[in-house]
Antibody, heavy 123, light 108 residues
Framework: QVQMQESGPGLVKPSQTLSLTCTVS??????????WYWIRQLPGKGLEWIGY???????DYNPSLKSRVTVSVDTSNNQFSLELRSVTAADTAVYYC???????????????WGQGTLVTVSS | AIQLTQSPSSLSASVGDRVTITCRAS??????LAWYQQKPGKAPKLLIY???TLETGVSSRFSGSGSGTDFSLTISSLQPEDLATYYC??????????FGQGTRLEIK
């Protein structure tokens, strides 16, 4: 059973860069059939997809965030990371990492999630 | 981007009730829809995919139906542990992947 855990600062100042890491255990991030995602939940709101990476390198990002986001992977440590630049208070959210799977060609479906980490943007 | 609109945004029901939540897509998405359950303070959990296929290990009290633009999630007999917010997600056209705004289910 794959487990995922987010880590990083809980408080970031406006205009700075939010950096989070997701550590994957119980399975390899090199598993070819999966994509590794960042998703956030704004306070009192629904879920917003941020971006993903495949262990071979391909990435894609939500167009609304694309100019500020980078997702990278560290296969040697079984981790992947999120950088969100030039943050504002509107980026305050619970950030989740999740595994995107394809079931018989359908997907991505998010079948494993981290517990989530609250990041507050404030001076 | 495809927008998903869930209704109601919240509801309250009694143990044993049959509960239905709907999700409407802004354009046709075939059967490319999933449902998630998020209990308070927890990460979402996949319940249903392809509109009606139950994820392994999920209670058969949950069922999904629909195709095209109109979908529903039904709980056949509400249990106390079903207290949660439920989200739909489309995977027909992306980026961006999109989610509904959520339906908060309370137990009377």
């Amino acid at each position: 059973q794959v487990q995922m855990q987010e880590s990083g600062p809980g408080l970031v100042k406006p205009s700075q860069t939010l950096s989070l890491t997701c550590t994957v255990s119980g399975g390899s991030i090199n598993s070819g059939g999966y994509y590794w995602y960042w998703i956030r939940q704004l306070p009192g709101k629904g879920l917003e997809w941020i971006g993903y990476i495949h262990f071979t390198g391909p990435t894609d990002y939500n167009p609304s965030l694309k100019s500020r986001v980078t997702v990278s992977v560290d296969t040697s440590n079984n981790q992947f990371s999120l950088e969100l630049r030039s943050v504002t208070a509107a980026d305050t959210a619970v950030y989740y990492c999740a595994r995107g799977a394809y079931y018989h060609g359908s997907g991505p479906l998010f079948d494993s999630w981290g517990q989530g980490t609250l990041v507050t943007v404030s001076s | 981007a495809i927008q998903l609109t869930q209704s109601p945004s919240s509801l309250s029901a009694s143990v044993g009730d049959r509960v239905t939540i709907t999700c409407r897509a802004s354009q046709g998405i075939s059967s490319a829809l999933a449902w998630y359950q998020q209990k308070p303070g927890k990460a979402p959990k996949l319940l249903i995919y392809d509109a009606s296929t139950l994820e392994t290990g999920v209670s058969s009290r949950f069922s999904g139906s629909g195709s095209g633009t109109d979908f529903s999630l039904t709980i056949s007999s509400l249990q106390p542990e079903d207290l949660a917010t439920y989200y739909c997600q489309q995977f027909d056209t992306y980026p961006p992947l999109t989610f509904g705004q959520g339906t908060r289910l309370e137990i009377k």
